[in-house]
């Protein structure tokens, strides 16, 4: 899983969305293999172990229908 901090507006998924964003040949050729699916995120508390106390409101990722 990957997090990005602007919008990727062209598909990872196709060659020439690869191309179009300037992705390194050897990035490319990884990402031929790959499936790359876009998640919905909300954001809120966090709710790992790390957080002392209980989330009112957790982060929730969503997943579009295939």
């Known amino acids: 899983m990957a997090e990005s901090t602007s919008p990727i507006l ?3 998924n196709t060659t020439e969305g690869r ?5 390194r040949q050897s990035t490319r050729d990884a990402l031929e293999k ?5 998640f919905r995120l909300r954001s809120g ?5 790390l ?5 009112r409101q957790p982060r929730i990722l969503g997943l579009p229908q295939p």
């Open 34 to 38: 790959a499936t790359v699916m876009p």
């Open 45 to 49: 508390d966090e709710a790992s172990c």
């Open 10 to 12: 062209y598909s990872l």
């Open 19 to 23: 191309q179009t964003l300037g992705l």
């Open 51 to 55: 957080n002392l106390y209980q989330p």
